[in-house]
Each structure stands twice: as C-alpha cells, then as structure tokens.
C-alpha cells in the first residue's frame, strides 16, 4: 500500500479530521483515475460528517453519512487496499445513534464508537 494512503488513515483513525482532509486532498489531487477520485472524495465528506457532528450539528452530520453511505456501496468490498466493508459497517452504525439522538432516545451525540478505516492485507 502506498505510503501517503497510510498517512491518511493514521491521521483519520486518529481523530484528526482537518489533517485528514488537508491529506486527503493532496491524494486527490495527483490522481487522474475518477474512481479514485470519487472513492477520495466520499472519504472527505465522511470526515466533514464527524467534523459536524464535534460540532453538535446533527442533523447535517446525519444527512452527510447517509448520502456518503449510498454512494459507498460502489466501492464494495474493497478499494485501494482498505475494507470498505468494515467502514460502511461502522458509519451504518453511527447513522443509526445519529438518528436516535434526533428521535429523542439518545442523550449524547457522540458515536459510542468511532468509525476506522482498515488497510487489508496485501
């Protein structure tokens, strides 16, 4: 796996969003495949999801995640050496606490687990 991809899931799987995004964006930048540039870009808002929901706004972070979810499914099960299974998993289940907290029957807006994205074997 390419060493700048790595870079870029240490930094989300750090919590460092903005860091993520600024690397993110360097990726997209010097690729020319649209899929990549899609998968990169899906990854981007799925950050800015966490970024909002740091910020309390819920709503826009649940709104970010399902649209970001449905689109995610193209990159099934795997892309660029990352489980895009697990991650899609892990956000399904942010999604759901998301749309509790809305509902009334989840106080905090923090996910009880945060989302990861894993490097698979090569």
Known sequence: MDEKIREVVDLFND???SDFQDALESLTSTTRAASERQFYTLLNNLAEALL???DGDVQDAEQMVAASLRKLD?????FRGLNVEALREDFRRVLVELREVRAGRKADVAPTRMPRLRILPE
Do not use: A, K, T
Not at 74 to 78: A, E, K, W
């Open 15 to 17: 919590g460092r969003f």
């Open 52 to 54: 909002q929901l740091s």
């Open 74 to 78: 193209d990159f099934m099960p795997r």
